[in-house]
């Protein structure tokens, strides 16, 4: 079984920063592609970001490209979601993902996921 464990919310005022954290149980953990996915009240689940298990490859939302950057460091088992320039529509609770499939390819939907964290709050202020 995998645990997934955000951390690195809060919240921030518009234009500021903040770093996500999702750190995962297993040995196995370089095999998986990792997401970050975000919920706004009254609003589906939506994709921000993923990256394969290698880290070569990543894939991101429209709406964050240029200002979100996901990484992942395998060693700690840890995928990364830094966060730049941020929004009051950024305000959301951000889940994290594993796609058990092994593969490197990419997916955006959240069907594509097998398993989810608890979600991290975070609230951008104007």
């Known amino acids: 079984q995998v645990q997934l464990v955000e951390s690195g919310g809060g919240l921030v005022q518009a234009g500021g920063s903040l770093r996500l954290a999702c750190a995962a149980s297993?040995?196995?953990?370089?095999?998986?592609?990792m997401g970050w996915f975000r919920q706004a009240p009254g609003k589906e689940r939506e994709f921000v970001a993923a990256?394969?298990?290698?880290?070569?490859?990543?894939s991101s939302a429209d709406s964050v490209k240029g200002r979100f950057t996901i990484s992942r460091d395998n060693a700690k088992n840890t995928v990364y979601l830094q966060m730049n320039s941020l929004k009051p529509e950024d305000t959301a609770v951000y889940y994290c993902?594993?796609?058990?499939?092994?593969?490197?390819?990419?997916?955006?939907?959240?069907?594509?996921?097998?398993?989810w964290g608890q979600g991290t709050q975070v609230t951008v202020s104007s």
């Open positions: 993902a594993l796609d058990r499939t092994y593969s490197e390819s990419i997916k955006k939907q959240t069907y594509g996921y097998d398993y």
């Open positions: 990256v394969s298990g290698s880290g070569r490859s990543t």
């Open positions: 297993g040995r196995t953990f370089s095999m998986y592609v």
